[in-house]
Structure formats: structure tokens, C-alpha cells
């Protein structure tokens, strides 16, 4: 099942393609406004099966703009995320230089994590399932 995973905001959105087998072949960090423009071609492109979406700020509000798309979308716990993100983050991109000697808790990611953060939604998703 592929699953698009949402962390809801109300300045940015993260977004997430998490695939049956665990990959995520897309990530990106979305403005609220033109969230579902944006996901029509995703939804397309990656066959999306169902759709996570934080229970955060703007959960419910996304959820219903979400029901147009004709596909499952369901509310999951995003309690830790942004803690859990900071880590997957990090994994994917670890620190060089003098950072690298720096414990990744003291550690900033030079950029926002929301997407991060809809890759963990999907995965608790599809661990529900």
C-alpha cells in the first residue's frame, strides 16, 4: 500500500510518499494554500492508496479538502514526530566537519523537518494497517 503522509501546519505543510516496501521516492515541504494543487499530481504519479494526516494543527481542516480525492484518509497520532524527525533527518543527512562531533540532540537541522515528520505519520500509518 502506498500511503502519502501530511504534517499539517499553518505555514507549511510537510508531505511524504511512503511505498509498500518502506521507500519514500518523495519528500517536500508545501504552502497551505495550494496544498491540494500540489497533491493532485502526486497522487497521480505515485498511485496513492490512502492518505495520513497528522492530528496537529489544521488536521481536521486538511482532512476535508482531502475527501475530493476519493481516497481513505484517516487522522494519525503525531505525538513525537518533530523529536523522531530531528533523528531521521540526521540519518539521512549526517552532520560533516566539526558538527559530526557535536551530539545530534545539540544539533539544529539547517532547515524545517516537516517532511520528516509526514514520513513517520505514514509509517505509523501503515503500522497500524
Same mark, same amino acid.
Given at each position: 500500500? #502506498?500511503?502519502? /503522509? $501530511?504534517?499539517? /501546519?499553518?505555514?507549511?505543510?510537510? =508531505?511524504? =510518499?511512503? #511505498?509498500?516496501? %518502506?521507500?519514500?521516492?518523495?519528500?517536500? $515541504?508545501?504552502?497551505?494554500? #495550494?496544498? =491540494?494543487?500540489?497533491?493532485?499530481?502526486? &497522487?497521480?504519479?505515485?498511485? &496513492?492508496?490512502? $492518505?495520513? =494526516?497528522? /492530528? %496537529?494543527t489544521r488536521g481536521s481542516e486538511i482532512l476535508h479538502q482531502l475527501a475530493d480525492f476519493g481516497l481513505p484518509c484517516e487522522r494519525v497520532d503525531e505525538t513525537s514526530t518533530t523529536l523522531h524527525a530531528r533523528n531521521l533527518y540526521f540519518d539521512a543527512n549526517p552532520p560533516r566537519g566539526w558538527r559530526r562531533l557535536v551530539p545530534r540532540g545539540m544539533l539544529t537541522p539547517p532547515r524545517p523537518i516537516d517532511d520528516f515528520a509526514a514520513e513517520l505519520i505514514a509509517r505509523r500509518f501503515q503500522e497500524a494497517r
Open positions: 500500500m #502506498t500511503v502519502l /503522509g $501530511i504534517d499539517p /501546519g499553518s505555514r507549511k505543510v510537510g =508531505v511524504a =510518499v511512503l #511505498t509498500a516496501d %518502506g521507500a519514500v521516492p518523495f519528500r517536500a $515541504i508545501l504552502q497551505p494554500e #495550494t496544498l =491540494v494543487e500540489d497533491l493532485r499530481p502526486l &497522487i497521480e504519479r505515485y498511485r &496513492i492508496d490512502a $492518505i495520513a =494526516v497528522g /492530528g %496537529g
